[in-house]
């Protein structure tokens, strides 16, 4: 039977988009984006507006208890986050299973049936299916530097929700630290710092771009392969 020109333009066209839905598949963006808090950023709320009463040594401006110390504890405050990572894990899998049947039939005798010819006649069925499995992994990652963020909310609690980010330009290539969470004031030691192990709902990323970065990813190609093959 001939295939008319529509129906050929048809299948063309069914063709190309389940194409270019693998296509699209494998361009996607391999690595999962970590979710920092925003914005990166915030700038102090301006103060209402005061009769000056400024004398000799008291400044209205820039007034704080003598008996505080100077901590981030506004919205705009900075604060030094130390990022002291390490994580190791290990996993063991081992799993096997194992599975065995045996049929037997008989046909002994056959009467006032049209299918004598069954008479005698045996079946005999045997099954067996075996499965093993076994897979190790682990993970030994070490993360180390500092990053100072901004206070962007004072919980009703008290505490800090912080966020900031820094960028770095090496050579032909860039990267970029972002950091956000939640910090108990209490722990902010000397010098307006603070570990990151000591940061609550931690949200932690580290990215580069440039030549090298694309040297480590896998092409978009190989991913329509990954994603589509079965095997």
């Not at 950023?41 to 110390?69: H, K, S, W």
């Not at 190791?88 to 599975?99: I, T, V, Y």
Request: with cysteine; glycine share 6%; hydrophobic share 40%.
């Amino acid at each position: 039977m001939p295939i008319s020109f529509d129906d050929l333009r048809a299948l063309l066209a069914r063709m190309f988009l389940t194409l270019l839905v693998i296509v699209l598949a494998g361009c996607a963006n391999p690595l999962r984006k970590v979710e920092v808090q925003q914005p990166l950023t915030a700038r102090p709320a301006v103060p209402v507006a005061l009769p000056q009463t400024n004398g000799a040594i008291y400044q209205a401006a820039a007034y704080r208890p003598l008996f505080e110390d100077r901590i981030a504890r506004q919205v705009g405050d900075t604060l030094t986050i130390s990022i002291n990572e390490k994580l190791q894990a290990s996993k063991q899998l081992s799993s096997s299973a194992n599975k065995a049947s045996n049929l037997s039939a008989e046909v002994p005798t056959v009467t006032k049936l049209p299918l004598k010819f069954l008479k005698g006649a045996a079946l005999e069925a045997d099954t067996k299916s075996e499965f093993s499995g076994k897979g190790d992994s682990s993970a030994n990652n070490v993360f180390t530097g500092s990053i100072t963020v901004t206070v962007i909310e004072v919980l009703p609690n008290g505490y800090l929700l912080v966020s900031g980010e820094k960028q770095l330009g090496i050579n032909q290539g860039s990267e970029f630290i972002r950091l956000s969470g939640v910090v108990n004031p209490t722990t902010i030691l000397a010098g307006n710092t603070v570990s990151s192990t000591q940061v609550a709902d931690a949200r932690i990323e580290y990215r580069g771009t440039g030549y090298i970065d694309e040297a480590q990813t896998m092409p978009w190609l190989q991913r329509v392969f990954l994603s589509v093959l079965p095997f």
